[in-house]
T-cell receptor, first 116, second 111 residues
Framework: DGGITQSPKYLFRKEGQNVTLSCEQN?????MYWYRQDPGQGLRLIYY???????QKGDIAEGYSVSREKKESFPLTVTSAQKNPTAFYLC???????????????FGPGTRLTVT | QKEVEQNSGPLSVPEGAIASLNCTYS??????FFWYRQYSGKSPELIMF????GDKEDGRFTAQLNKASQYVSLLIRDSQPSDSATYLC???????????FGAGTRLAVHP
């Protein structure tokens, strides 16, 4: 059964530490995305990638970095430069193969990051 | 003005009633519209998408799009307590598949 996995589900870090969130998909989707959700707010786009070895900044990229070395994987690093890193992080993918069309984005289960 | 606006709710409806959720957007060039359901503590789940003016039905759900008035709505017929969740409206505009999300409307269906 195809889908998107994110790990870990919960992550706790001390301020000043970098942390990497994992996102893997087996939907054969070309595009992948990272969003951040804060309580009572909509999702905000951090980074997106349309194809392997290429990615672009979203609306709130400062303090984050990504890589896209494989089609299936799009890890997000939250660096110590991110001022308010505590949030719910969501990975999504979209594509023309498998489930859906190129426009529909499907989400993984999310990682809840707490930085103290 | 926010790009995608939704009433935060909560919208409270009795079981069996029709729940009507609304969303307005600011960019006239918006092309695709999505409704996601998000249970508390969980990730969003895509439940409907609509690309053309008019209505689109899928089971108990109907999405309605009016591009001239720049609004999109979601109707849930025969509402069930299990429909209680936050419903996020998302809009795609521009050439790339970037979605702009509203803050969501919380729906509470009471028995």
């Amino acid at each position: 059964d195809g889908g998107i996995t994110q790990s870990p589900k919960y992550l706790f870090r001390k301020e000043g530490q970098n942390v990497t969130l994992s996102c893997e998909q087996n939907l054969n989707h070309d595009a992948m995305y990272w969003y951040r959700q804060d309580p009572g707010q909509g999702l905000r786009l951090i980074y997106y990638s349309q194809i392997v070895n290429d990615f672009q900044k979203g609306d709130i990229a400062e303090g984050y970095s990504v890589s896209r070395e494989k089609k299936e994987s799009f890890p997000l690093t939250v660096t110590s430069a991110q001022k308010n890193p505590t949030a719910f992080y969501l990975c999504a993918s979209s594509g023309t193969s498998g489930r859906g069309s190129a426009y529909e984005q499907y989400f993984g289960p999310g990682t809840r990051l707490t930085v103290t | 003005q926010k790009e995608v606006e939704q009433n935060s709710g909560p919208l409270s409806v009795p079981e069996g009633a029709i729940a009507s959720l609304n969303c307005t957007y600011s960019d006239r060039g918006s092309q695709s519209f999505f409704w996601y359901r998000q249970y508390s503590g969980k990730s969003p789940e895509l439940i409907m998408f609509i690309y053309s003016n008019g209505d689109k039905e899928d089971g108990r759900f109907t999405a309605q799009l009016n591009k001239a008035s720049q609004y999109v709505s979601l109707l849930i017929r025969d509402s069930q307590p299990s429909d209680s969740a936050t419903y996020l409206c998302a809009v795609r505009n521009g050439g790339y598949n970037k979605l702009i999300f509203g803050a969501g409307t919380r729906l509470a269906v009471h028995p």
